[in-house]
C-alpha cells in the first residue's frame, strides 16, 4: 500500500490526476475482499505459500477478466497482474524497479503502470508494446506525461535487438527501426520545431481566441468528471462545452441518487469560477449499456434506444439528473444540453421536464438556478431543423462525432468502414454551417463539442460557419487558438460558404490548407 501511495503521488506530479487515480484503483485492488480471501483459502486450506497463493489468486482473476466482452474490463487484467507482481516483490523481497540508465525507448510485450509511472521521465524516451490498445492504462499514462507510445506493434520484440536506434511516432502510431541518417536528422528538426510551438503556444494561454477583425471565439473543453477540470487549466479552458455525464452512471449496478449527481456537478461548477458548465444529460444506449436498463433487442442500436428517447421514457433517470443539475446552477452558471435529438417535439417534452424538475425544488424549498436550455445536434435531422428548432432552445452544440456517423451512414465504431468516416465531408459541413445560420438568424449560440471542433485545420471553417464556441479535447486548444489569431472572420466565412460545394474530404482538406498557408499559418498533420 504505501508503494502504491508512492506510485500515485509521483503519477500526480508528472502526469496529472486521472493518472494518479489508477494507483488508487490499485489499492483497492489489494483490498479486495474477494482476491483477499482467495489466497487466504490457498494458504490455509491448501497449504500453499503466500508467494504462490498471491500468483494464484491474481492470474485466476486477470485470465476471468480476459474472457470478457468489454474492451474495458478486458484491459484491466493488466492492472491486476501488475498489482499480483508488485505483491510478489514486496513478499520476496526483490526489487521491480527495472528503469533504465540511459535514456531510451523502452520495447515489451506488455507493460503495468505501475512500471511506467515508477520511472523517471526523463529517462523514457518513448514505449512500444506488442500489447495494449489506446484505451490501456499505459497508453494513458503515456499521454498525460507527453511520451511518445505506440501499443498492438505486433512481433517488435522479434524484429527490434537491444540498442537499435527507433523512431516512436505517437501522433501517427508508427515505429521506425534503424532510421536512416537522413531520417534521424528530419525527426531532430521535427522535435526541435514542435518544442519552439509548445512554447510560443505556452504564451497564448490567457490570450482571447479572436480573429485578426475581432470575431471572438469562445474555446472551451470536454470533460468527463470534475477533476478533469483542474487538468485542463494550464490550456486556459474560457468553460465547459460538454460534461459527458455518463461516467457517474458506468460500472455500477444502481444509478447514483440525486444527492451523488448533484455533488459532482456542483464540483464542476465550484472549480470553474463562473465559467459556464455545459452538462449534458445522460447520453447512453448504443454502445453503452448499463446493468440497471432494461435494454430492448435492436439490430441497430446506434439508431435506438438511446440518448434523449431514453431520457423522455425513464422520468426517474432524467428527473434525478435534472434536479442535481438545478441544484448546482445555484453556485454558477450551467447549461444544460439534451443528446440525440431528432425532432421539435423531444424538444419541448425536454423543456417540460427542466420546468418540472425546477418546480418540485421549489416545493421542497431548495436551492436551485435557472439554467439555459439546450440540444446537442448530432442527427441530421436536427441540422436540417434547425431554424425551427432556434425558436424552442437557448443554444445548438454540434456534436460532429455522431452527425458525421448518421450523415454518411457510417458506424463510427466500425473498423471495416472506418475510411469512410470523414467529418470534413461535404455534406456534413453543409449540415454545420446550416446550423451556424440557423442560430445568427435566431440570435442564439452555437457550438462544436465532437471531436471536429479540436481540430485545427477545420478552426477556419467552424469560425467561419457563425459558431461562437469550440469545445475540445484541453491539449488540442492552444493549437486551435494560434489558427483562430490568425486568420480572418470575413475570409472564413466566404471560405465556409466555398467548402461546401466541394466535391469531397480531400478537396476540403486541401483547401483549407491553402487557406492557412495563404495567411502564414502552417498546421502540423
Ligand atoms: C458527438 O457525437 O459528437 C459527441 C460530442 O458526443 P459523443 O461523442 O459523446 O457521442
Ligand atoms: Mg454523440
Given at each position: 500500500r504505501t508503494r502504491l501511495a508512492e506510485l500515485a503521488e509521483r503519477a500526480r506530479r508528472q502526469a496529472g490526476e486521472d493518472e494518479a487515480a489508477i494507483f488508487a484503483a490499485h489499492q483497492l485492488l489489494v483490498d479486495d475482499p474477494e482476491l483477499d480471501g482467495q489466497v487466504r483459502q490457498a494458504i490455509t486450506a491448501e497449504g500453499r505459500t503466500a508467494a504462490a497463493a498471491v500468483a494464484g489468486?491474481?492470474?485466476?482473476?486477470?485470465?476471468?477478466?480476459?474472457?470478457?466482452?468489454?474492451?474495458?474490463?478486458?484491459?484491466?487484467?493488466?492492472?491486476?497482474?501488475?498489482?499480483?507482481?508488485?505483491?510478489?516483490?514486496?513478499?520476496?523481497?526483490?526489487?521491480?524497479?527495472?528503469?533504465?540508465?540511459?535514456?531510451?525507448?523502452?520495447?515489451?510485450?506488455?507493460?503495468?503502470?505501475?512500471?511506467?509511472?515508477?520511472?523517471?521521465?526523463?529517462?523514457?524516451?518513448?514505449?512500444?508494446?506488442?500489447?495494449?490498445?489506446?484505451t490501456s492504462h499505459v497508453a494513458i499514462l503515456a499521454r498525460g506525461a507527453g511520451v511518445p507510445a505506440v501499443a498492438g506493434v505486433a512481433g517488435v520484440l522479434e524484429a527490434v535487438a537491444p540498442g537499435t536506434r527507433l523512431v516512436v511516432d505517437g501522433s501517427a502510431g508508427r515505429v521506425v527501426v534503424d532510421p536512416s541518417s537522413q531520417r534521424q536528422e528530419a525527426v531532430r528538426q521535427a522535435l526541435a520545431a514542435r518544442a519552439a510551438r509548445v512554447e510560443a503556444l505556452a504564451a497564448l494561454r490567457d490570450l482571447p481566441a479572436v480573429t485578426l477583425d475581432g470575431r471572438r471565439i469562445e474555446l472551451a473543453v470536454n470533460i468527463g468528471k470534475p477533476e478533469d477540470i483542474a487538468a485542463a487549466e494550464p490550456f486556459g479552458p474560457e468553460g465547459v462545452g460538454l460534461f459527458r455525464t455518463e461516467f457517474l452512471f458506468l460500472d455500477r449496478s444502481r444509478p447514483p441518487g440525486e444527492e451523488e449527481q448533484w455533488q459532482a456537478y456542483v464540483a464542476a461548477v465550484r472549480a470553474l469560477k463562473g465559467r459556464r458548465l455545459v452538462l449534458r444529460t445522460?447520453?447512453?444506449?448504443?454502445?453503452?449499456?448499463?446493468?440497471?436498463?432494461?435494454?430492448?433487442?435492436?439490430?441497430?442500436?446506434?439508431?435506438?434506444?438511446?440518448?434523449?428517447?431514453?431520457?423522455?421514457e425513464r422520468p426517474d433517470l432524467l428527473q434525478a439528473q435534472l434536479r442535481a443539475a438545478l441544484r448546482a446552477a445555484a453556485e454558477g452558471?450551467?447549461?444544460?444540453?439534451?443528446?440525440?435529438?431528432?425532432?421539435?417535439?423531444?424538444?419541448?417534452?425536454?423543456?417540460?421536464?427542466?420546468?418540472?424538475?425546477?418546480?418540485?425544488?421549489?416545493?421542497?424549498?431548495?436551492?436551485?438556478?435557472?439554467?439555459e436550455v439546450g440540444i446537442m445536434v448530432e442527427t441530421p435531422a436536427a441540422a436540417l431543423s434547425a431554424r425551427v428548432l432556434a425558436a424552442e432552445v437557448d443554444f445548438f452544440s454540434i456534436g460532429t462525432n455522431d452527425l458525421t456517423q448518421y450523415t454518411l451512414a457510417v458506424d463510427r465504431t466500425s473498423q471495416r468502414v472506418a475510411a469512410l468516416y470523414d467529418p470534413l465531408h461535404p455534406a456534413?459541413?453543409?449540415?454545420?454551417?446550416?446550423?451556424?445560420?440557423?442560430?445568427?438568424?435566431?440570435?442564439?449560440?452555437?457550438?462544436v463539442c465532437g471531436e471536429l471542433g479540436g481540430d485545427p485545420l477545420a478552426a477556419p471553417f467552424l469560425v467561419g460557419a457563425g459558431l461562437h464556441e469550440l469545445s475540445m479535447h484541453p491539449r488540442a486548444l492552444p493549437e486551435v487558438k494560434r489558427v483562430i489569431r490568425g486568420i480572418r472572420y470575413e475570409e472564413a466565412r466566404a471560405l465556409a460558404d466555398e467548402l461546401v460545394t466541394l466535391a469531397g474530404g480531400s478537396e476540403v482538406r486541401r483547401r483549407l490548407r491553402a487557406f492557412l498557408e495563404e495567411a502564414g499559418l502552417d498546421v502540423e498533420g
Open positions: 489468486a491474481t492470474e485466476a482473476f486477470a485470465a476471468m477478466l480476459e474472457q470478457l466482452d468489454d474492451d474495458y474490463l478486458r484491459g484491466r487484467a493488466a492492472d491486476i497482474r501488475d498489482v499480483g507482481r508488485q505483491l510478489l516483490a514486496a513478499l520476496l523481497g526483490v526489487p521491480l524497479d527495472l528503469a533504465p540508465e540511459e535514456p531510451s525507448v523502452i520495447v515489451a510485450h506488455d507493460l503495468a503502470p505501475s512500471d511506467t509511472a515508477r520511472w523517471p521521465r526523463e529517462k523514457v524516451l518513448g514505449l512500444v508494446t506488442e500489447a495494449g490498445g489506446a445522460l447520453d447512453v444506449g448504443a454502445d453503452k449499456r448499463l446493468p440497471f436498463i432494461d435494454w430492448p433487442e435492436e439490430m441497430n442500436p446506434a439508431l435506438g434506444w438511446r440518448g434523449a428517447r431514453l431520457g423522455l452558471p450551467v447549461s444544460v444540453m439534451f443528446p440525440m435529438v431528432a425532432t421539435v417535439d423531444e424538444v419541448r417534452r425536454l423543456r417540460r421536464a427542466v420546468e418540472e424538475a425546477a418546480a418540485g425544488l421549489e416545493r421542497d424549498g431548495l436551492p436551485w438556478g435557472r439554467v456534413v459541413l453543409r449540415l454545420i454551417l446550416e446550423v451556424g445560420r440557423a442560430a445568427e438568424a435566431a440570435g442564439i449560440w452555437a457550438g
